[in-house]
């Protein structure tokens, strides 16, 4: 996604160029440009044909951006209405079809049973639920036997998990991308 003018563009694939709606919620916090080209150019050839958790997806941007890089299926998960409506709006704006969910990520992870290929961790910094989020993700077998977890936070916080292997970390700023996978037996 590229930003122009407040508005965020699909960087890439079937959907290239295509304008999301302009973000006016206070309460979402976008992925930078940098950031997102980081995390998508590291998993361009992983994406296509994959199931995606797009947890605390905000506007929905990273998910979309997954789906139009050919993702099978992407679900989007937040427990803002506001959020789930923008989403919502974006998928129809670029005549995308995926399931959009409105409820609390870790009561959604407690239901399901199929494993996703890439899930996508961008919760509120200081909300201290990436490790309930990866227990629970463990705990469950929600993520594929070669599947990949991307979690975005703030350089001081650590993200580690004894189920996962941190398959590679890329720091920008204050912002890191930890990108991890099922601990090797």
Same mark, same amino acid.
């Given at each position: ?13 079937s959907r290239k160029g295509g ?58 998960v937040d427990k ?7 989403? &919502? =709006? @974006? ?7 995926? !399931? ?5 990520? #870790?009561? $959604?992870?407690? &239901? =399901? @049973? ?7 961790? !961008? ?5 201290? #639920?990436? $490790? ?54």
């Amino acid at each position: 996604m590229k930003n122009y003018g407040g508005y965020m563009r699909v960087t890439t694939g079937s959907r290239k160029g295509g304008r999301l709606v302009k973000n006016n919620l206070s309460h979402v916090r976008p992925t930078t440009d940098k950031v997102k080209q980081a995390l998508f150019t590291k998993l361009q050839f992983f994406i296509a044909g994959k199931r995606v958790l797009d947890l605390f997806c905000g506007t929905g941007a990273l998910g979309i951006e997954a789906l139009s890089r050919g993702a099978e299926e992407v679900i989007f998960v937040d427990k803002s209405f506001k959020s789930i409506q923008m989403t &919502k =709006q @974006n998928l129809i704006k670029l005549s995308l079809d995926a !399931d959009v969910f409105k409820t609390d990520a #870790l009561k $959604f992870l407690e &239901k =399901q @049973n199929e494993p996703f290929d890439l899930i996508l961790i !961008d919760p509120p910094y200081s909300s201290g #639920l990436y $490790f309930p989020v990866l227990d629970l993700i463990y705990k469950r077998n929600l993520l594929a036997k070669d599947g990949v977890i991307v979690c975005e936070h703030e350089k001081w916080q650590e993200i580690k998990h004894d189920g996962f292997d941190i398959l590679d970390e890329k720091k920008y700023g204050n912002i890191v991308l930890t990108f991890l996978e099922n601990k090797v037996s």
